[in-house]
């Protein structure tokens, strides 16, 4: 079992920057990626980024490339995702997740294959 809580959400100007932190808890984290997804009104849940614990693999949709970096801090059993140039079409809620790795740096950009998921908390981008 594992459980995830997050924190730093709220609201960032266009072209500003916010950090989302998620601190996870429970036994065999070594055995997960842990994933951010972002969910829209009137859209489906989708896949932002990921990144293993050794901090060896990262992974990013597109539309995110080049903006928005994500680490692990595994001493603290927390994964960040770092926010910048930001535009309103950002907006959404935002959660990460934890996918079951059966090889180092496996992951998943489908919601569904992840198997634990924190509370989602909402980002709103201003022009």
């Known amino acids: 079992q594992v459980q995830l809580v997050e924190s730093g959400g709220g609201l960032v100007q266009a072209g500003g920057s916010l950090r989302r932190s998620c601190a996870a808890s429970g036994r065999s984290l070594s055995a997960y990626t842990m994933g951010w997804f972002r969910q829209a009104p009137g859209h489906k849940r989708e896949f932002v980024a990921a990144v293993s614990w050794s901090g060896r693999s990262t992974y990013y949709a597109d539309s995110v490339k080049g903006r928005f970096t994500v680490s692990g801090d595994s001493a603290n059993n927390t994964v960040y995702l770092l926010i910048t140039s930001p535009n309103p079409e950002d907006t959404a809620v935002y959660y990460c997740?934890?996918?079951?790795?059966?090889?180092?740096?496996?992951?998943?950009?489908?919601?569904?294959?992840?198997?634990?998921w924190g509370q989602g908390t909402q980002v709103t981008v201003s022009s």
């Open positions: 997740a934890a996918y079951q790795a059966y090889y180092p740096g496996a992951y998943s950009r489908s919601a569904a294959e992840y198997d634990y």
